[in-house]
């Protein structure tokens, strides 16, 4: 990444290989994930933290090539995913702490693994945060890809009775209901919140994962179940977090959960294990798209800003057969 801005500024170029520190491992990338988070950083939206140019990206799956002082041997030459300290994953050869690294079970591919990790890892947390009682409407926002994409295949078998997703196009709105989904709502139309009073017919949702924040955040509080009604937001597809205000919330009985901060990513962190059991066993689908060539990083965020895949994009280094 040689500057903030367009997919452009991501190139293809050839740096030192990176060393394990003492707390660190590094591996021969097989298969990178491509982030939405990550666009947000490589547009400027967010800031990034650290010196510019660098080598951009924050998970990556392969074999454990060397370790540092304070990291056990035994790893060596064993499959993992890992998460990087915010850069360095977009590269053949990768360095990250040892404490996020987490073995690919047999029967699950690097691929599949870093797919599937994002995804599943901020959906079982919010399951759980939710804690749903078997009897429950849920709303799930972006139902068809990313986050949402998980949350719409584990919602009944986490306690949901009746999952609504939305999702933006008929083509995303067929894919949420092989995921899952009963019904589905084109949030691409501005008065979706009205499409989803006349699905409700009267019903109410008792929990809202709420990926896409601003003013339609304010829209759902009237349909959700008074007293017990609780929403977990956990990012803005909007461009802002949801407008709503705590007398919002009081004088309808509700709650409001925000799913950031070091706690929260320590849970999500938690999940890693558990996640990758799941792929493996076939409870959950990482739903890759494509797989693409490292150096078509560039290519693979402009797909991902168009918002056009219905799935992952895995980059893949060219050295790797």
């Known amino acids: 990444m040689t500057a903030p801005g367009s997919p452009d500024v991501l190139v293809p170029r050839e740096v030192p290989a990176p060393r394990a520190a003492a707390d660190e491992v590094v591996i021969r990338a097989e298969a990178i994930p491509v982030l939405f988070p990550e666009t ?36 060596i030459g064993q499959r993992v995913v890992v998460s990087t300290r915010g850069f360095g994953a977009y590269a053949e050869f990768v360095a990250a702490p040892a404490d996020s690294v987490a073995s690919v079970p047999d029967g699950l591919s690097t691929v599949d693994a870093a797919a599937v990790l994002m995804n599943g890892t901020v959906a079982i947390p919010l399951l759980e945060t939710a804690a749903l009682t078997g009897d429950e409407t849920v709303l799930i926002e972006a139902a068809a890809t990313g986050v949402g994409s998980a949350l719409t295949q584990l919602a009944k078998e986490l306690g949901a009775a009746r999952v609504i997703g939305t999702a933006g196009g008929p083509e995303k709105a067929a894919r949420a209901r092989e995921l899952g989904a009963d019904e589905v ?137």
């Open 185 to 321: 709502i084109d949030h691409n139309d501005p008065a979706w919140t009205t499409r989803l009073r006349e699905t409700l017919g009267g019903a109410t949702v008792d929990v809202v994962f709420d990926s896409i924040g601003g003013e339609s955040a304010s829209g759902l509080l009237d349909l959700m179940t008074p007293l017990r009604g609780r929403m977990l937001g956990y990012g803005w597809l909007s461009g802002a977090p949801a407008q709503i205000t705590a007398t919002d919330l009081i004088m309808r009985g509700l709650t409001y959960t925000g799913c950031a901060g070091p706690e929260w990513l320590n849970r999500v962190a938690a999940a890693r294990t558990t996640v990758l059991a799941r792929a493996a066993a076939g409870g959950l689908d990482p739903l890759v798209e494509a797989v693409l060539p490292l150096d078509q990083a560039s290519h693979a965020h402009r797909l991902l800003e168009d918002r056009a895949p219905l799935g992952k994009i895995v980059l893949r280094p060219g050295s790797v057969v």
């Open 40 to 75: 947000k950083l490589r547009s400027g939206e967010f800031p990034l933290g650290a010196p510019l140019p660098l080598v951009f990206g924050f998970q990556a799956a392969g074999i454990v090539t060397e370790v540092g002082t304070q990291v056990d041997p035994a790893l």
